[in-house]
C-alpha cells in the first residue's frame, strides 16, 4: 500500500509538472506606454515545443515567439517572432532573448522576496509569481506585465505554434544598398548578386510608415541607381530599379575605364570606402519621403573583393569630389609598392582598415543612428575588413566563399535589418494597445487610487480626468483650493493657493479680506487734509484751508493770518493765538463841561462839541490833549470862538516790513508790533516770511543730497585704494564713487622683497627671510637671493664653495658638514724605504730617502705628479679602512708592494681593541 501512495504521488507530481509546461491562460495585460489602460487575451504557452502565443481578444492581433532547441538560453539563433492578424500582414523579426519560464519547478528560475527571477539574464522576464503550478503575474523586461487566470493544463494543437507564410519585414527603415561593381565580379557572379538583390527587395514592405530602399555602387568610383532612396518608397519602383542592374553594355548602370576583362561585368579596382561614404550620404541627404526622422537607417555593403583603394584627401584631410560631387578611390602604395587583392601585403592592412574606419566613421557623423552590414561573397574578402565595414558589430558580419550561397544570406539578413527597427510606425506616439495593425483602444482601463481624479477612455487612451473634491475648501476666501494628485505617493490631497491681489505699490497698499475674498485698499500716502478743518493748527489767529490742485494725494494745508478788522473804526482790533479777534476801544477825552467827545465809527475820529460855544474850544494843540498816545491831536481854528475845535486820528503804527502786524496800545505807550503768525517748522519743513513778497515761503529741509561732490567724500580710509567721485553733470544725485585697487603697483621687482598694501600707510615692502628660508644647511654652498628670480614663493641662487690648495703636499676638499678641510698628502714607504717627507716646492712632492734600498727609484718616484700619488695613495687607504685589517693585505697583494705596505703602516690602521690617529685631518 505504501509503494502504491508514493507512485501515486509521483504520478501527479509528475502530471502537474508536465501540465504547467503545457498551460493555457486568459490574461490582462499592461504596458508603461498603456497608462492605466489594459487588453484581455489568452495565452498558449509549451515550455516542451519551444513556443507561446499570445492571441488578444479585442484586435485579434497574434504574437507568437518561436525559439532553437535550447529556448534560447545558449544563443539566440534561429530564432523568431511573428506578428499578424486578419486585417494586417504578418511582419518578423529575430528574437534576441530566451523564452520566459512560466512553470515554478525551472532549474531557470529562483526565488526571492516571494517570487520567482530569471537565473539566466536571456530571459524575456524580470520576475514570476505563481499559485501552485500555474503562473499568476509575469513581468517583462519590454515593460510589459501579464495577469494570468484560469489557467488550465492543454492539449497543443498544431496550429498554435505553426508561423504564417510569406511574412516580410514592414517596419520604418531607410535602406541603402552599397553594391561592389569591380572587375572581380564577372558576369556569371554578376547574375547571383542581382537575384540577392532582388530577392531581398522582394522581402520587404514599402510606404511611407514602412521601408524605403535605395541602391549605391562602387568600384574605384561611385554612382546611385538604379534607384535612389527617395524612388525606393515603394514595390514597384524597388522592384524594376532591382531588374535594371546592367553590366558593360549599359553605360549608365556600369562606368568602365581602361582595359577591362570581356568577362568583367564592371571595371577598376575595389574602393569599399567610397561606397560607405556615398551611401552615408544617400542616406542623410534624401528628400521627400527618402529622409524619415523616426525611420531606422540602415547600409548594407556587399563586395566581393578586399579593399585596396583609399578614399581620395586633400592635405587637410578633405574629400576630393568628383565633377559630378562624387568621392572616389585611388591606389594606395606602402614603400613603393601598389597595395592590391593580395592579403599576404601585411604592410598594407593597416593603412586599408584605418580608411575603411575612416568612412564608417564618417557615415556615423552624418546619420548618427546608422547601422552598418559587412557581406563577404567570394574567396577575396577579408573577415577584418568586414568586422570594420560592420563597425566592430560581429552579429553584423555575414560571409560566404560560395557565390551560389549569396541569395540563402537574405532571409538572415531581413531578420537582422528588421531588427533595427522594432517599433510599430503606426503605433508612434500610442497611449493605447499597439496592435499589428496600429494603434487601438485599450479594454478597459483600471480605476484611478488617486482622490483627485478618476480614468475613463478617451480615443484611444485611458486618460486621467479631474473629479470635483468638496472636502478640500475651508473657511478663508482668500485662498483656493484644489485637489493636488501628485500628493501623499501618488494618492492626491488637497492643496490652498493664495489668491493673487494687485501688488503694492509706494502710495497703495491691498489686502485680502477673508470673509469675503476681496481686495481691500490702503492707501500709504494719504492726503494731508479732506476738508478745512483737517487743517486747524490750533491757532485762532490764523485762517485754516485745506487747498486741493485737483489731485486728492497733492492736498495741503495752508494757514495764512487770521485778519480781525471790523467796520467800526473806533476800535483797534488785535488777535491773540489762544483766543482770537479782540476790539478794543479807542480812547475819546473825556466830556467837560464846555466840550463833548465822540467816536465816529465811520472815520475813526473823535469829534468835539462845543458845549459853551462863545468860548473857543482851543487855542493850541496842547489844549487838545487826550492823553491817548494812539491818537494825533490837533486844534483846529485855535483861538476862533466859533470853529475852534479839536480833532483827533488814529495815532499811525503802519511800517513797511509786512512780515509784522502793527498796531497801537495805548497801555503800552503807543504803537507795537509783533511777527505775523505762519505754520510752525516741522523736521523737513521750514516756513520763511517774505517782506519783499508779502508771502510765506516753504523751504525743503531735508533736500536729496549727491552722494558725493568731489574725492573726499569718497574716501574709504583704505591707503590701498584711489578713491574718485564719478561727476555726473546732468544730475548730480547721480553721482557715484569708484574705489581702484593699487595693491598690484606696489611690486618693486625684487624677488627678495616681500611687498605688500597696507590700508592703513599704503604700499610697504620688508625684505624676505631669505637666510632662513635659502638655507640648504650644506657649507659648500654659498647660499643668496636672486632679486631677479620669477619664482616668487623661492628665490634662491647657491653657488659652490671654491676650496683652493696650500700647495704640492696638501690637498684640499669641502665637507657639507664642515666646509673646507686642507689634508696632508700622504707619500709612500715600503718595509726597506721610509718617507722623509714632502717637498711643498713645486715640481717636488714626496720623496724618499735616499739612504735606503727601494723596489722602484729614487727617480721614479720623484717624477710621479703629487696629485697623481695623492689620488692613489688615498684611493689605498680609503679601501683599507672600510675591508679591515685582513682584507687590506688582500688589497696589498693586488696592488702592488709598495702601495700595501704603505696601507698597512698608516697610523689610521690600528689592530683590533687599540686605536688609530688619522693625520690626514686637520681643521
Known amino acids: 500500500r505504501k509503494r502504491r501512495t508514493m507512485a501515486l504521488l509521483l504520478l501527479f507530481a509528475f502530471v502537474a509538472c508536465t501540465l504547467a509546461q503545457e498551460l493555457q491562460c486568459d490574461f490582462r495585460m499592461r504596458s508603461t506606454s498603456m497608462t492605466s489602460g489594459y487588453v484581455n487575451g489568452k495565452i498558449v504557452y509549451s515550455w516542451s515545443n519551444k513556443f507561446f502565443l499570445n492571441t488578444y481578444t479585442t484586435s485579434g492581433s497574434k504574437e507568437l515567439y518561436q525559439f532553437n532547441s535550447n529556448n534560447g538560453y545558449t544563443n539566440f539563433q534561429t530564432q523568431f517572432e511573428y506578428s499578424f492578424s486578419n486585417t494586417c500582414p504578418c511582419a518578423i523579426s529575430a528574437l534576441s532573448a530566451a523564452q520566459p519560464v512560466l512553470y515554478p519547478s525551472s532549474t531557470y528560475l529562483t526565488s526571492s522576496g516571494g517570487k520567482f527571477v530569471p537565473t539566466n539574464s536571456a530571459s524575456m522576464l524580470t520576475s514570476v509569481t505563481f499559485d501552485g503550478n500555474f503562473p499568476v503575474q509575469a513581468v517583462f523586461k519590454n515593460g510589459k506585465t501579464f495577469d494570468y487566470s484560469n489557467c488550465k493544463a492543454y492539449t497543443l494543437v498544431e496550429a498554435d505554434k505553426t508561423a504564417p507564410t510569406s511574412c516580410s519585414c514592414g517596419k520604418p527603415i531607410d535602406i541603402v544598398l552599397v553594391l561592389d561593381r569591380s572587375s572581380s565580379i564577372d558576369k556569371n557572379e554578376f547574375v547571383l548578386e542581382k537575384q540577392f538583390v532582388q530577392n531581398l527587395a522582394k522581402a520587404f514592405n514599402y510606404g511611407p510608415l514602412a521601408v ?246 478617451a480615443g484611444t487612451c485611458c486618460s486621467s480626468v479631474p473629479k470635483t473634491v468638496t472636502g478640500c475648501d475651508e473657511a478663508d476666501k482668500c485662498k483656493t483650493y484644489a485637489c493636488d494628485k501628485t500628493l501623499n505617493d501618488g494618492k492626491g490631497g488637497c492643496t490652498s493657493t493664495v489668491k493673487p491681489i494687485t501688488p503694492n505699490t509706494t502710495c497703495a497698499g491691498y489686502t485680502c479680506d477673508p470673509l469675503t475674498g476681496k481686495a481691500v485698499y490702503t492707501d500709504l500716502c494719504p492726503p494731508k487734509c479732506f476738508v478745512d478743518s483737517d487743517c486747524d493748527d490750533g491757532n485762532f489767529c490764523t485762517t485754516d484751508k485745506c487747498v486741493i490742485p485737483g489731485d486728492a494725494h497733492s492736498a495741503y494745508c495752508q494757514n495764512s493770518p487770521r485778519d480781525c478788522t471790523e467796520a467800526d473804526k473806533c476800535f483797534t482790533y488785535t488777535c491773540k493765538p489762544d483766543s482770537g479777534c479782540e476790539a478794543t476801544a479807542k480812547p475819546v477825552t473825556p466830556n467837560t463841561e464846555c466840550a463833548s467827545y465822540k467816536c465816529n465809527p465811520n472815520t475813526g475820529l473823535v469829534e468835539y462839541t462845543d458845549l459853551c460855544p462863545a468860548i473857543a474850544v482851543c487855542n493850541v494843540t496842547a489844549d487838545c490833549d ?124 625684487d624677488a627678495c622683497t616681500i611687498d605688500y598694501c597696507n590700508v592703513t600707510t599704503g604700499c610697504e615692502v620688508k625684505p624676505l627671510e631669505w637666510e632662513r628660508i635659502c638655507n640648504d644647511n650644506d657649507a659648500c654652498t654659498i647660499d643668496s637671493c636672486d632679486p631677479l628670480s620669477q619664482n616668487a614663493t623661492f628665490p634662491c641662487a647657491y653657488e659652490d664653495v671654491v676650496c683652493n690648495d696650500t700647495d704640492i703636499c696638501h690637498h684640499s676638499i669641502c665637507s657639507p658638514q664642515e666646509g673646507c678641510l686642507i689634508l696632508d698628502i700622504v707619500c709612500p714607504t715600503s718595509d726597506n724605504c721610509t718617507v722623509s717627507g714632502c717637498n711643498s716646492t713645486p715640481g717636488e712632492g714626496c720623496y724618499i730617502n735616499k739612504a735606503g734600498v727601494c723596489g722602484v727609484p729614487v727617480p721614479i718616484i720623484a717624477g710621479i705628479a703629487a696629485g697623481v700619488i695623492a689620488g692613489i695613495v688615498v684611493a689605498a687607504v680609503a679601501g683599507a679602512f672600510i675591508v679591515g685589517g685582513g682584507s687590506a693585505y688582500a688589497f696589498t697583494q693586488g696592488a702592488g708592494a709598495g702601495l700595501g705596505a704603505t696601507v698597512s703602516n698608516s697610523p689610521i690602521y690600528a689592530e683590533a681593541g687599540e686605536k688609530g690617529y688619522n693625520p690626514l685631518h686637520r681643521v
Open 212 to 457: 524605403n530602399l535605395g541602391i549605391t555602387n562602387f568600384h574605384s568610383l561611385t554612382w546611385d541607381g538604379p534607384v535612389t532612396l527617395t524612388q525606393g518608397n515603394n514595390a514597384e519602383s524597388v522592384s524594376a530599379g532591382a531588374s535594371a542592374l546592367q553590366c558593360q553594355n549599359d553605360g549608365t548602370q556600369c562606368i568602365l575605364y581602361g582595359s577591362v576583362s570581356s568577362k568583367a561585368c564592371c571595371g577598376m579596382g575595389t574602393s569599399v570606402s567610397a561606397g560607405i561614404v556615398n551611401g552615408a550620404e544617400m542616406l542623410a541627404t534624401a528628400n521627400g519621403n527618402g529622409v524619415r526622422a523616426s525611420a531606422a537607417k540602415v547600409l548594407i555593403v556587399l563586395t566581393d573583393g578586399y579593399h585596396n583603394r583609399v578614399l581620395n584627401k586633400d592635405s587637410k584631410g578633405n574629400l576630393v569630389r568628383t565633377s559630378s560631387g562624387k568621392v572616389q578611390g585611388l591606389t594606395y602604395s606602402v614603400g613603393g609598392k601598389t597595395c592590391n587583392e593580395d592579403k599576404s601585403q601585411t604592410a598594407c592592412a593597416a593603412g586599408l582598415l584605418a580608411d575603411l574606419k575612416w568612412a564608417v566613421d564618417y557615415a556615423v557623423s552624418k546619420v548618427p543612428s546608422v547601422v552598418v552590414f559587412g557581406i563577404g561573397v567570394g574567396t577575396t574578402w577579408d573577415a577584418g575588413q568586414l568586422l570594420t565595414i560592420a563597425n566592430g558589430n560581429k552579429d553584423n558580419v555575414f560571409g560566404t566563399t560560395d557565390w551560389d550561397q549569396l541569395p540563402s544570406i537574405v532571409d538572415d539578413l531581413v531578420l537582422q535589418t528588421c531588427q533595427q527597427s522594432p517599433e510599430n510606425a503606426g503605433c508612434r506616439g500610442c497611449c493605447g494597445f499597439c496592435s499589428c495593425s496600429g494603434c487601438i483602444q485599450p479594454d478597459g482601463c483600471d480605476a484611478s487610487t488617486n482622490i483627485c481624479d478618476t480614468v475613463q477612455v
Open 626 to 749: 487826550d492823553k491817548n498816545p494812539c491818537t494825533v491831536d490837533v486844534c483846529v481854528n485855535p483861538r476862533d470862538p466859533e470853529n475852534a475845535r479839536c480833532e483827533y486820528s488814529d495815532n499811525d503804527c503802519s511800517r513797511d516790513d509786512w512780515c509784522y502786524l502793527y498796531s497801537c496800545v495805548p497801555s503800552l505807550g503807543g504803537c507795537v508790533s509783533e511777527p505775523r503768525p505762519f505754520a510752525k517748522n516741522t523736521t523737513c519743513a521750514g516756513y520763511v516770511c517774505s517782506s519783499t513778497n508779502k508771502n510765506i515761503t516753504y523751504i525743503d529741509l531735508c533736500p536729496p543730497q549727491p552722494p558725493c561732490i568731489n574725492d573726499t567724500g569718497c574716501n574709504d580710509l583704505n591707503a590701498c585704494t584711489i578713491d574718485t567721485c564719478i561727476i555726473n553733470t546732468t544730475n548730480p544725485l547721480n553721482n557715484y564713487c569708484n574705489w581702484t585697487d593699487i595693491s598690484d603697483t606696489c611690486d618693486d621687482g
